[in-house]
């Protein structure tokens, strides 16, 4: 919990489809920095796409409602989440 009661947490998504060469990195990028959270997001090597976000639980909450939502470039097939306390700090929010 931070001094203002909010807690902040660490989402670690793993979504799985044709999310890689259509900006899906950049559009998680672009969300994630609208709602105030740091990360990044990496390709994997078969073909999922790595998402790692800290910050306020509900900003994270939301980022993973848009990873599963309809307007994602190119196609979500399923997001696979986990949660857990924020680790290192992160600055800003990249693509990997």
């Known amino acids: ?12 998504a793993w979504v799985h489809g044709h999310v890689q060469g259509v ?8 969300r994630a920095l ?8 990496k390709n994997q090597d078969d073909g999922r796409v790595l998402v790692v976000a800290q ?11 848009l990873l599963r939502g309809e307007h994602t470039p190119g196609r979500v097939d399923t997001v696979v989440a986990d949660w857990s306390a924020p680790g290192e700090l992160i600055r800003g929010f990249s693509e990997r």
Request: aromatic content about 10%; hydrophobic content about 40%.
């Open 1 to 12: 919990m931070t001094q203002d009661g909010t807690e902040h947490v660490r989402l670690t």
């Open 55 to 65: 910050g306020p639980r509900a900003a994270a909450e939301q980022l993973l409602a």
């Open 34 to 41: 609208e709602l105030g959270l740091t990360g990044y997001a």
């Open 23 to 30: 900006g899906f990195r950049w559009w998680t990028r672009s």
